[in-house]
């Protein structure tokens, strides 16, 4: 079979004249940029086939209306180019997904949780058989515990029970018992441990970032992170959601992929606290819905269709084996409420975290992504939607768009009297593309600039080299090829401010709406949560009118607040019981249904900050 190599990395694939580049790509390790899951739309996954042992397929519509004249230099798209000979592929630095700045911080916006760990240690001495009495161990031990303890009706699995035998026998006086929930042995030990050890996951879309905790003290132990592998099948829930119906397999696929990246994360986080990962007793997950289901392994195909339902929304708890997580064999994992189709856990670990169910201050909570989570409400009410923004706010579907990885533009200033540009990127790199803060920023800046009017179009009166007709339309030159790292000029075209205009309309008028049912009542502070609201500044999201009533002074980054809820859950048995309540508190507004969204959605399309004039020209 001819082979495909793919360089620098030296990969190979065999061409079997059905599977895309991408796909093979895929299949090598090699995860390519593809924001729209391989459907010809982005543009994302050039490659250049420098070398073939037969002749190219022509380049399709799609092919030529992203690549242009790049066609000419041997650019194809991945997802778009299926081979049947052998060649060599070169993959330029900015077609590789490139690793994520990760957000693991917690919020600083909390308030404290008491310990009081699912999982507690029981010292219990377990008297020996005589030959007068011989009655069973496992009868032994939990008479024991009954007697000691007044803990009756306990379960024990397999596992544990197979440990039994020998703890009692081992010359020790006693023996301790690892109970949860007042309902189940998980685990026996020789002795009283000073530690005892859980782990808690934030599971997005795009990043996991696992914390592993001493439940006894609170203490993080260590901080993982990775890039969800899930990306190579689509950027967001709905590529995701469409891979599984059309690939045989496809959920199981992408199951599989995010419990390997779990259990790696286990191994590294144990690794870096000197224990062995089976000493973990409690795992705790928060995610999106569709997150939530491909874990679970759970039907996705109705959270894409209307009414957008859930299997399950309630609280769940699995044994971690049934799961495949390689923790304590008798360990279960916890799974956090969800509110509906496009409001998770995360969102319900947000308002835990933040504490806004319990102040008096009306709180709007923002996690900006994909799918845009809101919730407005305070103490007396909580009310929650999810606006479908699009992957603007994280850099998809921009012409020169990437993740928040080294070498993506995170700040732009612009000179309003020059025009002169001064880029901010990520590690200080060389330009390679534009995240999703370096998005806003740069729209922000040149609506200071006035280069960008109220309705999202191009000053066309503004004399600078940097403002420019391009194939597309306007555009605006942030980097010059000379020095961008992808030797090509980095823009802003007239279609990537629409994008963004888009994102941030929906964000609006979905919390507008939220304040018109919450009864008009003025926004005290606005918290915005993730990495990509965490990296936002506040006036640049003020500038671009990210959200209603916009004061500079009560916006505040949360950080990871949806991780440090998973954290509050693991180490508080009263914190899930409490999340339960928080989601049947919040009352979920479907904006899909709601006609008033989509007068909002386009009334809230203008920058009010840009100059207002440009129906002269």
């Given amino acids: 079979m001819a082979k495909i190599i793919f360089m620098p990395q030296g990969k190979e694939a065999d061409a079997d004249g059905h599977m895309s580049i991408l796909q093979l790509a895929q299949k090598v390790g090699l995860p390519l940029q593809s924001t729209c899951g391989g459907k010809k739309k982005c543009g994302k996954c050039k490659v250049v086939v420098e070398e073939t042992d037969a002749s190219l397929p022509p380049p399709s519509d799609q092919e030529r209306e992203h690549l242009g004249e790049l066609l000419e230099k041997g650019y194809r798209l991945a997802c778009d180019t299926v081979l049947t000979a052998g060649a060599q592929i070169q993959i330029p630095v900015e077609s590789l997904v490139r690793r994520q700045v990760i957000l693991t911080s917690h919020t600083k916006y909390a308030y404290p949780a008491r310990l009081q760990p699912n999982v507690e240690q029981y010292y219990l001495e377990v008297p020996a058989p005589t030959i007068d009495d011989v009655k069973a161990d496992r009868e032994r031990f939990l008479s024991a515990l009954h007697e000691t303890f007044g803990l009756r009706h306990l379960h024990m699995d397999t596992a544990v029970l197979r440990e039994l035998p020998r703890l009692l026998r081992s010359g020790e006086q006693g023996l301790v018992a690892l109970i949860r929930d007042g309902r189940e042995i998980i685990g026996l030990q020789g002795e009283l441990e ?8 934030d599971m997005g879309t795009t990043t996991v970032v696992g914390y592993l905790m001493d439940l006894l003290s609170g203490d993080d132990l260590s901080v993982v992170s990775a890039m969800n592998p899930q990306i190579p099948y689509g950027d967001d829930v709905i590529s995701r959601i469409s891979f599984c119906q059309q690939e045989p397999g496809g959920l199981e696929k992408l199951r599989s992929h995010m419990v390997h990246c779990l259990n790696g994360l286990i191994l590294e986080a144990s690794t870096q606290a000197g224990i062995n990962p089976n ?5 705790t997950v928060v995610g999106n819905t569709a997150m939530h289901h491909l874990f679970l392994g759970l039907e996705t195909r109705y959270l894409a269709i209307a009414p957008y339902t859930p299997v399950v929304t309630g609280a769940q708890d699995k044994k971690a084996l049934a799961l495949g997580i390689e923790i304590g064999p008798s360990a279960y994992v916890h799974l956090l409420p969800l509110k509906a189709g496009f409001v998770g856990s995360d969102a319900i670990a947000c308002i835990l975290a933040t504490g806004i169910h319990r102040k008096k201050a009306t709180t709007l909570l923002i996690d900006l992504g994909t799918n845009g989570e809101i919730v407005l409400g305070n103490k007396e009410r909580l009310v929650c939607c999810s606006t479908a ?6 850099g998809g579907h921009i012409r020169w768009g990437m993740r928040a990885a080294a070498g993506a ?10 025009f002169d540009v001064i880029l901010k990127t990520i590690d200080d790199e060389r330009p390679l593309g534009i995240c999703g803060s370096g998005i806003i920023s740069a729209v922000a800046e040149m609506i200071r600039a006035e280069i960008v009017l109220e309705k999202g179009h191009f000053n066309e009166n503004i004399q600078s080299s940097r403002l420019r007709r391009g194939k597309q339309g306007w555009e605006f030159v942030l980097a010059w090829a000379p020095e961008a790292g992808a030797e090509q000029d980095i823009v802003v075209t007239q279609k990537d401010v629409a994008e963004l205009q888009m994102a941030k309309s929906a964000i609006y008028a979905g919390a507008t709406l939220l304040m018109e049912i ?9 918290l915005l949560a993730g990495a990509g609201g965490n990296y936002v500044d506040p006036l640049d999201a003020c500038t671009i009118d990210l959200f209603p009533g916009c004061t500079i002074a009560k916006v505040i980054g949360v950080g990871n607040a949806a991780g440090h809820g998973s954290c509050l859950a693991l180490l508080g048995k009263t914190k899930r019981r409490e999340a339960e ?11 899909a249904a709601t006609e008033r969204f989509k007068e909002l959605f386009v009334s809230s399309m203008f920058f009010t900050a840009a100059r207002d004039y440009e129906d002269n020209f």
């Avoid at 919450?518 to 606005?526: D, L, N, T, Y």
């Avoid at 309540?581 to 904006?591: D, G, P």
């Fill in 389 to 394: 923004a699009g992957p603007a706010f994280e």
């Fill in 409 to 418: 533009i995170e700040r732009v200033k612009i000179d309003p009297t020059t």
């Fill in 581 to 591: 309540r928080i989601a049947q508190k919040a009352q979920y507004i479907e904006l």
């Fill in 194 to 201: 000073q530690r005892l050890y859980g782990i808690a996951f």
């Fill in 518 to 526: 919450f009864g008009g009542k003025p926004i005290q502070r606005v």
């Fill in 279 to 283: 000493q973990i007793v409690e795992m």
